[in-house]
């Protein structure tokens, strides 16, 4: 499967937790992206990276979040102290050199 | 910063009619205008985008239009299926670089046979 692949697809955590999610972009893709997405609304960024530099983050991006891409390739996206409302589908995407943006299926998490 | 509007929410047609659905942004500077197919439990796929310079782009049942001046697309879908019941989104970005696409809250489009 040549697609944008996310792991894991379900996370079920306790409020107070710190949750990782991986993102393996379509290979040679030097754009990444991380959106956000609730019950009944369209995806919401939240951060970008061309190649391993984090070159946009919303303002939706607080202090808990963290995302890298050390190598250019796979991206990770860390939430520390989640919170109920952190509760949503994560999603990544990618592209090269166009706006064609491809995506996952996304993280579903759930905090309890 | 970039805002997109799009209706309606949901839209209920029967197999073999058409559908259209409306999205307009408020930045003058957006030039690329995708659209996406969400079905459940998947990510959003896109389906077809314009940009700017053009006012309509077909791909067999889906066809986009773009009225700049408007600030408004639609995404027209004819001789609809079952298959093609999901939820749709629009976008909107800016030629900068990095810039994210901003997206519609999204409209259920429900296909009776």
């Known amino acids: 499967d040549t697609g944008v692949s996310q792991n894991p697809r379900h996370k079920i955590t306790k409020r107070g937790q710190n949750v990782t999610f991986r993102c393996d972009p379509i290979?040679?893709?030097?754009?990444l992206y991380w959106y956000r997405q609730t019950l009944g609304q369209g995806p919401e960024f939240l951060t970008y990276?061309?190649?391993?530099?984090?070159?946009?983050k919303s303002r939706l991006l607080s202090d808990r979040f963290s995302a890298e891409r050390p190598k250019g390739s796979f991206s990770t996206l860390e939430i520390q102290r989640t919170e109920q409302g952190d509760s949503a589908m994560y999603l990544c995407?990618?592209?090269?050199?166009?706006?064609?943006?491809?995506f996952g299926s996304g993280t579903q998490l759930s905090v309890l | 910063g970039e805002n997109v509007e799009q209706h309606p929410s949901t839209l209920s047609v029967q197999e073999g009619d058409s559908a259209v659905i409306k999205c307009t942004y408020s930045?003058?500077?957006?030039?690329?205008f995708p659209w996406y197919k969400q079905e459940l439990g998947k990510g959003p796929q896109l389906i077809i985008d314009?940009?700017?310079?053009?006012g309509e782009k077909k791909d067999q049942r889906i066809a986009v239009t773009l009225n700049k001046t408007a600030k408004h697309f639609s995404l027209h879908i004819t001789e609809t299926q079952p298959e093609d019941s999901a939820v749709y989104f629009c976008?909107?970005?800016?030629?900068?670089?990095?810039?994210?696409?901003?997206f519609g809250k999204g409209t259920t489009l429900s296909v009776s046979s």
């Open positions: 995407a990618s592209s090269f050199g166009s706006e064609k943006l491809f």
């Open positions: 290979s040679e893709h030097n754009r």
């Open positions: 990276f061309q190649n391993e530099a984090q070159l946009e």
């Open positions: 930045d003058s500077a957006s030039n690329y």
């Open positions: 314009i940009r700017s310079n053009v």
């Open positions: 976008a909107a970005r800016t030629n900068q670089a990095g810039t994210a696409l901003i």
